[in-house]
């Protein structure tokens, strides 16, 4: 139960990183500019958007695998 | 272009084979229950979210405005963030409850209330209807611009009704729903082909897309740089690349709320996450592979419509962007497979949305409404289902009428985009008093009523009416003037509130009066005790709380049976039911069901038909008493004293559990002292008896043989007074020994001169010494001071002197007693002798009770055995210790060591001693 109390909080976590990355104050930080002639803020919201998916599937499939086992040993 | 019929065909066949795949899931429902038990499919059928809006719309958008199209995907991102503590919460309190729609879980959470399914459904239905249109304008766009010009495309829908691929498409998609979508009444509501269907559809519109996304890429430019070089080159797109400001921001803020809300709220996405799912643990994955669709699926948004900026006349209708960039490029079959995506995501959208809300519409609004006026007329049936079916098909075709209409009359002005966002925000009216319902208790039915009513009026005021006003169905003037004239209530600008975007405004005016009203009437008004239970029963269903039984129902089995039979269908249904009345041990044909058997049967109805109208229909066949308030109160404050008592007990059985293991301890602990005891009397018997059975003997001896010559007779004596020495000697000793092991010796600590004490003592074992003829060297020197007890110190040397003694040779004996300081703050005092020496193997074994090394049949013993043991109790008593260790050059050296300050350790306990 605290484990996966541990999990759910490491979870709220990133949904509040995920509010201040995808917010219009570090929008506003890489408006409007480029990087190799991309668009640095289509460049941005796409990399930090994979990067929390990332991040919750790590957290989420770590949880279930364990489960999973957890299961195999009963 | 493409020919119309052949498109129609394309579009006819690919429709079928939807069909196809539904049906056979559903003729194999085991096979079938295999493919869709699994949370790819399940993740694929939450992409539904992605309808025409995303395939089309986006890119209208985002040719406009850049990456504003991007929030309505990252607020479901963040929902499902949050899967583990929202919508596992949903889908867990839907399960329990057999919630078949958004309509009936937020009626079930407050009170089961009839009413506020009611109007849930109504805002859902008006909610939906927008939407629904959008799917069919795109539907019926794209089939116009493929068939004729593109340059059209712009123009108006055609004016003969019948050659409007949007209508076929309504009615095609129509039938679809009501084959799949209320075929059967199924207890839990699951539709495993519809979920297949929608699933592949989910598939082809992602790869559909990013074929187009690649074609644009890698066909029409060189690589997605050149195609971002060659737009950052026109002035007028440099602009798509930045985040807006000040109301822009705000606006993002906005559709990002509103998708949150939308996701969860929308009647087809609960319908597809909560009540299609069959298995909670396929939302762990869901939760990280839903986002990563719509990802995916957004990627190509903003090149394809850079590209379509670049490529296609300025006033090219943005909405259609996709399916022009590879029609201007002459690339027909590309343009036809952007066609199938298009309608897959409009067709998807379609027949979950049509599916929910006439489950919505017929469990939550029409079977109420006729349970409550005709239930006579209802009651006349014998078999209820085919009533039901109807009910849902004719609601499934009112929606999608309302639906076409409003595309027809209302949706040709507006952008895709916009039209979506206005059914977002209807259905996020329905968020505060989910969210509240299931995590604030104090959330009360009638605080739910007024913010859902409020909110709905606002959202209606503020968005809904102008979009109808504009097409001129009502008169406008209230759009520009304010409503009877009056400025501050001009629907874009309410109270005189401007700068903000519509969506924007609107959302904050509604969730203001939502949020304000559901908090403000909740802390006004109490809630009946009922609803109390039931809140709890939500708020609390991870803790497992049980359904409270708030009434004494009962009923006679074979009413309920019946009831089950036509709401049901006679086989399935009711075998289930028996089968859990024969667990409970009834009799089915006469007995009466208890209160737990009337709740089961209330929530296998409620599966089906929701649970407003469930508990109206259990209620017409069971002899109900209420209980009153005081006996809710005493049921409340038994169950609260219960648990009192259960935490109680728990501890309780904890402390229990640790005292009983330190009994066990102390219990093998005494049971080893007992054996060490029996060994300790069963030796000290064996040592006693040795002298006095020769003491005896010889005594006996003496008594019997008077005539003994006179030198026999002195060793006779001789022996019988040693014998007696040793044997007072080893009873003084064993209650020292017993003394020490009991604690009784007591200890006097002070600082003394241990030369002093050393000398003291050679000087009373010197007759012994010289007896023997050993002789005793003493090398002390400057000993430092130490704290400890001078006799027990004193006995201790004294044994260790006599020891020496007599394990010395006679005659040529030699014994040195010396002083050292090995290690700071202790002394180390060394007894050496030249005698045979203790092997290494004997040099703890000596230090035990009664061990003396040798041969005990031929070696006479020349100490009781008890000597050592005692110096090593006292030793330890003191803090200090004493060990054997070999002598160079021979013999034994015995060595102890004291701490010089009285030491923390020195222990007064008699095991330590041990």
């Known amino acids: 139960m605290t484990e996966e109390a541990r999990q759910r909080d490491k979870l709220v976590g990133l949904f509040a990183l995920g509010v201040a990355l995808f917010n219009p104050p570090l929008l506003l930080l890489f408006s409007g500019k480029t990087m190799f002639g991309w668009p640095l803020l289509y460049v941005y919201l796409f990399c930090a958007w994979a990067i929390l998916i990332g991040a919750v599937a790590l957290v989420v499939e770590r949880r279930s695998r364990r489960k999973r086992a957890d299961l195999s040993d009963d | 272009m493409l020919n119309a019929g052949l498109l129609a065909a394309i579009a006819v066949s690919y429709l079928l084979i939807l069909f196809a795949l539904a049906y056979m899931v ?92 009611a109007l849930v459904t109504v805002v859902a239905v008006i909610g939906a209807v927008p939407y ?122 906005a559709y990002t709320i509103v998708s949150f809300a939308a996701v969860i709220c929308l009647e087809r996405q609960f319908q597809v996450m909560v009540v299609e799912n069959v298995d909670e643990r396929h939302l762990d994955r869901a939760m990280w592979l839903f986002p990563l669709y719509l990802l995916a699926i957004n990627l190509f948004v903003l090149p394809i419509a850079l590209a379509g900026r670049l490529l296609l006349p300025s006033d090219a209708n943005p909405d259609t962007i996709v399916l022009a960039v590879p029609i201007a490029a002459h690339h027909t079959v590309l343009a036809a497979a952007v066609f199938i995506g298009g309608l897959s995501a409009s067709a998807g959208m379609i027949i979950v949305s049509t599916t929910a809300l006439s489950t919505m519409v017929c469990n939550d609004l029409v079977m109420p409404a006729l349970l409550r006026l005709r239930p006579a007329a209802l009651g006349s049936r014998r ?94 003037a209230f759009v520009a003037y304010g409503l009877f004239g009056v400025s501050l209530l001009k629907p874009y600008a309410l109270f005189g509130l401007t700068g903000l975007m519509p969506i924007a405004h609107s959302l904050f005016w509604s969730m203001l009066f939502n949020v304000g009203g559901l908090i403000g009437v909740s802390l006004l008004y109490r809630p009946a005790p009922a609803e109390r239970a039931q809140a709890a029963l939500f708020v609390d269903v991870f803790r497992g709380a049980e359904a409270a039984q708030l009434w004494r129902r009962t009923a006679a089995l074979p009413d309920l049976r019946a009831l089950i039979g036509r709401f049901l269908g006679h086989r399935q249904a009711e075998a289930a039911f028996l089968a859990r009345v024969r667990e409970r041990g009834l009799d089915p044909a006469t007995a009466e069901a208890d209160a737990e058997t009337v709740l089961h049967a209330e929530q296998l109805l409620a599966g089906a038909i929701g649970t407003a109208s469930a508990q109206v229909l259990v209620q017409s066949v069971v002899k109900e008493e209420p209980l009153g308030l005081d006996e809710i109160m005493r049921i409340l404050d038994e169950t609260s004293r219960i648990m009192e008592y259960n935490r109680r007990l728990e501890e309780k059985s904890l402390a229990l559990e640790a005292a009983g293991e330190e009994l066990r301890r102390a219990n093998d602990q005494l049971k080893e002292l007992d054996r060490l005891k029996d060994d300790f009397i069963s030796t000290v018997n064996h040592e006693l008896r040795t002298p006095l059975t020769s003491i005896r003997s010889f005594s006996e001896i003496l008594r019997d043989n008077p005539e003994l010559d006179p030198a026999r007779r002195t060793e006779f004596y001789q022996i019988i007074v040693r014998e007696s020495e040793r044997l007072t000697r080893l009873i003084g000793q064993m209650l020292d020994l017993a003394k020490i092991q009991s604690g009784q010796i007591t200890t006097a600590f002070v600082t003394l001169d241990i030369a002093a004490v050393l000398r003291e003592a050679a000087t009373a074992t010197g007759q012994m010494f010289r007896d023997k003829g050993v002789a005793l060297d003493l090398a002390l020197g400057i000993a430092p001071l130490v704290e400890t007890d001078r006799d027990l110190v004193t006995q201790v040397v004294l044994n260790l002197l006599s020891n020496a003694v007599k394990c010395s040779p006679a005659g040529h004996g030699r014994v040195s007693v010396s002083i050292a300081t090995v290690e700071p703050g202790w002394v180390d005092v060394a007894v050496r002798d030249n005698g045979p020496g203790v092997a290494a193997e004997f040099r703890e074994v000596i230090f035990e009770r009664f061990r003396q090394i040798g041969d005990p049949l031929t070696d006479k013993p020349v100490g009781t055995g008890l000597g050592l043991a005692i110096s090593r109790m006292i030793m330890a008593r003191l803090g200090g210790s004493v060990w054997v260790e070999d002598a160079p050059g021979g013999g034994a050296l015995f060595k102890l060591r004291l701490p010089v300050r009285r030491a923390a350790s020195a222990r007064p306990d008699n095991l330590a001693a041990e």
């Open chain 2, 383 to 476: 078999d209820v289902i085919p009533l039901l079916l109807s009910i849902r098909r004719w609601a499934m075709v009112a929606v999608m009428a309302l639906g076409y209409l409003y595309m027809r009359y209302v949706g040709e002005g507006f952008p895709l985009v916009s039209i979506g966002l206005l059914s977002f925000n209807g259905v996020a009216q329905f968020f505060p008093a989910l969210l509240l319902g299931l995590f604030w208790p104090r959330a009360t039915r009638l605080g739910a009523a007024v913010g859902i009513s409020a909110g709905f009026i606002v959202w209606a005021y503020t968005l809904l009416l102008p979009t109808i006003a504009h097409s001129g169905l009502i008169p406008a």
């Open chain 2, 132 to 253: 629904l249109a959008l799917q069919l304008k795109a539907v019926s766009t794209s089939f116009l611009v493929l068939t004729h010009d593109p340059e059209l495309a712009a123009e108006s829908l055609t004016a003969d009704i019948l050659k409007d691929a949007g209508l076929w498409a309504a009615v095609l998609l129509t039938l679809f729903a009501m084959l799949f979508g209320s075929r059967s009444i199924q207890p839990g509501e699951h539709h495993q082909g519809m979920v297949a269907a929608v699933a592949l559809e989910s598939l082809v519109k992602l790869l559909c897309f990013a074929a187009v996304g690649l074609f644009v890429g890698y066909g029409l430019f060189d690589g997605f740089g050149d195609l971002f070089q060659r737009a950052a080159a026109v002035p007028a797109l440099t602009s798509l690349f930045a985040a807006g400001d000040g109301s822009a921001d705000l606006n993002w803020v």
């Open chain 2, 26 to 117: 559903e003729r194999q429902p085991d096979h079938g229950s295999r493919a869709i038990n699994s949370s790819l499919v399940y993740t694929l059928s939450l992409a539904s979210y992605c309808t025409s809006w995303t395939f089309y719309g986006s890119v209208g958008l985002a040719s406009k405005a850049g990456i504003a199209f991007l929030p309505i995907y990252i607020g479901p991102t963040l929902a499902f963030t949050l899967g583990w503590l929202l919508l596992r919460k949903i889908l867990r309190v839907s399960k329990v409850n057999r919630i078949t729609s958004i309509a009936s879980l937020i009626a079930s959470r407050f009170g089961k209330s009839a009413g506020l399914g």
